[in-house]
C-alpha cells in the first residue's frame, strides 16, 4: 500500500468514527450546540464534510460533487457549523457520502504531487494533494475529538467505534472516578 492510499484509508477511519458519533441521536440531540460557542455534533459533520470537500476535490481541481452549494461565508461566517432549518442529519450524512467518493476518486487519479491551490491560505496557497491530504486528515482528526466529547455530553456514550470499545469503566463506576479527579484538581 503506498503514503496516498495509507492517508486515504487513515482519513476514511477518521471520517467514519466521527460520522458514528451521529448513531442512535435524533435531529434535536444532533443538532444541539453543547459549547459556549454553538458546537453541535451534526454541525461538526457538515464541517467536515465541506472541509474534504474544499481541500481534496475543488482545490485539487477536480470537479465539485453534484448537489453541493458552498455556504455563504459572508453572510454567516458560521454557516457549515451548524445545520439549517432546510438541511437534516440525513441529508448531511447522504451528502458526505457523495464528498467521500469523490475524495477516493481524488487520490486514486492523481499523484500525491498533484499540484493544488487553496485561495483562502493567501500567497502560501500553492501546495500538493499529498499535502493536502494530511493537512485534511489532521483537522478532521481534531473535530473528531471534539466530537467524542460532545457525544459523551449529549447521552453519556464514548467510545471509539461503538460504546465503551476502547474505555474501561472504572469497577465503581463513573460518578465515583470523576469525584476522585475532582479532589485531585482541588488539591492541586
Not at 466521527?18 to 441521536?25: N, P, Q, R
Not at 466530537?147 to 465503581?172: M, W
Amino acid at each position: 500500500m503506498g503514503v496516498g492510499e495509507s492517508l486515504l484509508r487513515e482519513l476514511e477511519v477518521v471520517r467514519g468514527n466521527l460520522i458514528g458519533k451521529l448513531a442512535g441521536l435524533d435531529e434535536r440531540a444532533a443538532r444541539l450546540p453543547r459549547t459556549p460557542t454553538g458546537t453541535n455534533l451534526a454541525g461538526l459533520v457538515k464541517h467536515c464534510c465541506f472541509i474534504e470537500h474544499g481541500y481534496l476535490v475543488t482545490c485539487v481541481g477536480r470537479d465539485a460533487v453534484r448537489g453541493i452549494v458552498e455556504p455563504d461565508f459572508d453572510a454567516d461566517p458560521n454557516a457549515d457549523l451548524y445545520l439549517a432549518a432546510d438541511e437534516t442529519v440525513a441529508w448531511v450524512l447522504e451528502l458526505y457520502e457523495r464528498v467521500g467518493e469523490a475524495v477516493r476518486a481524488s487520490v486514486a487519479a492523481l499523484p500525491l504531487d498533484a499540484p493544488g491551490h487553496v485561495p483562502w491560505w493567501g500567497d502560501r496557497g500553492a501546495t500538493t494533494l499529498g499535502h493536502l491530504l494530511v493537512h485534511t486528515l489532521g483537522d478532521l482528526a481534531q473535530h473528531a475529538g471534539q466530537a467524542d466529547i460532545l457525544r459523551e455530553l449529549a447521552d453519556g456514550t464514548v467510545g471509539l467505534r461503538s460504546p465503551g470499545d476502547n474505555i474501561g469503566e472504572p469497577a465503581d463506576g463513573w460518578e465515583a472516578h470523576v469525584s476522585r479527579l475532582t479532589a485531585l484538581a482541588e488539591r492541586a
